[in-house]
Each structure stands twice: as structure tokens, then as C-alpha cells.
């Protein structure tokens, strides 16, 4: 943990910090130079000059990583402004959601798991739909932390696959007819290999993107900003699980994709080759 604070003071005197009572002070800097100050009971005592200073202080706790992460109860004993408070987690955690008060960070990936919940039952119940409701499902929430545009593709293909099983270029000339299937080839070779390396590729070793976003945020930092607060510090909390709890997920969705995979192929290559899959030049009888 550490705390970076400036002040202005007009006289100079004795002033505590209350930090928690099991925090490990490591250093304490006094306008840039450690000075060997250690608290006792929790109770920091610092010595104010008058004028303009700065002060920090790093400390460590007993306490490693939970389900919920807070930063430590700190009261500097007098109101703060302009109250900057970051958390980072290891790379080893996945942030699934972040609370606290002022201007703080957003995780967009919830609203749009929510919009894509809506387009999948719409999707799934379209008559022309390649895919039931279960297997969009199942589809976009597994490549949703890594990449919406892959699962856009993914539909994409599966669309024009049943496109194409149901039409009939019979009435095209031969080189616009095998126009379209090389197309169709091309598209589904794109589809296919960013679903295998750019989804199931990444999903097992990527790190998911959770869409956090806001001032200082991003990844696995966040960041909150308060323009006023009393003595004591916001205890913001970020909650967040194992990675190892994603990476389960995902092999498990990756194994789901490998079969369903072959059965979309199988799907499409019948699509592709229905009634007719290439025209040659036809060569009169001499």
C-alpha cells in the first residue's frame, strides 16, 4: 500500500495518522527524504512544518487477495480534497465488478453481455437462423472477453453459408456463379482461423478484456477521484475471482467449439456444394 498526501500548514505541531493496526510500515518520506518514523498501534506521528509539503508512506498488510478487494481503512485525522484512490490487482485475478463513490471506472463488458443476451434469443429464434439459441449463446459468451469482431464474422459466415443452401445461381453467368463460391471459400477459411487463433487461441492464454474504462482505469488498474472527502479515506472495492476460474471456463468452451466446428464445417460444405459447387467452360462438339 502506499499513501502520497501534500499540505499547507500555518504553524508547525504533531499530527496522526490512523492506519490499520497491522500494517508494516516500510518507509516514510517527508518532502522526498525517508525519514525513520514507524507507528505504534496503528497511530503514525508525524511532525508538520509550516508551509507546503509533501508526505508518503508505504506499508504492507497480512492480508493477500480475496474475492472482494478493498484498500486499507486509512483516517488522516482531517478533511482531504482532490482524493485520488488506485487499486491494481495481479494478473492472476479476473475483475468482474467495481464499486465506490466520486468519479470511478466502468466495466462495460456486463452491458454488453446484456445487448448481445437479447440479439441471441432474437437470432435464435429467426427461421433462417444457422444456430440455435443455446449455440449463440454459448458462442458469444465464450469469445465476449476476447472479441466481439470475431464473433461478428463467426455469424457472418454461418448467415451466408444458409445463403447459399438455399440459393440457386443457376441464372448467373458461370464466371459470376464461381465468383460467389470462391468468395464463400475465402470467407470461410477468414472465419474459421480467427475463431481457432484469435478465439480459441487467446481465450486460453489471453488475458480477458473486461472492457474497464475511466480516468487512470484500464486492464486490471482502477481508479477512483474525489473532490472532497472527511478524515478518513473511501474504501472503494474491486471484486474479482481466479484466473484459474476463467481458464477453466474457457477449455471448457474451446472443447464445446472443436466439435461444434466440425459440425458447422460439415454444414457448410454442404451449403457451399448444394446443386452445384463449380461451372467449366463448356466446349462445343466440333
Known sequence: HALA????????????????????????????????LRPTGGELPLGLLPGAHSIGVNWTTTAGVAF?????????????????????????RWPLLAFGGGVGPAILYWGEVVVFLIMAWLLGRSQYSPLRTHEWLLLGIGLSTLSWSVLLAVGVWL???????KWDGSSLPRWQFNAVQVLLALFTFFAVSSLVFSGIRYGLLAQPDMGVVGPGSGGNTFAWFMDQTASALPQPSVISAPMWIYRL??????????????RWLRFAWHAWTAREFWRGRVIAAG
Open 5 to 36: 498526501f501534500n499540505y499547507r500548514s500555518t504553524q508547525g505541531g504533531r499530527h496522526t495518522l490512523r492506519l490499520p493496526a497491522d500494517a508494516r510500515v516500510t518507509q516514510v518520506i517527508v518532502d522526498g527524504a525517508e525519514v525513520p
Open 159 to 165: 448467415f451466408l453459408m444458409r445463403w447459399r443452401e
Open 68 to 92: 472482494r478487494v478493498r484498500p486499507d481503512a486509512v483516517d488522516l485525522n482531517s478533511p482531504a480534497s482532490n482524493v485520488r484512490t488506485t487499486m491494481r490487482l495481479p494478473e492472476d
Open 249 to 262: 471456463l474457457m477449455f471448457a468452451w474451446a472443447f464445446w467449439i472443436a466439435v461444434a466446428l466440425v
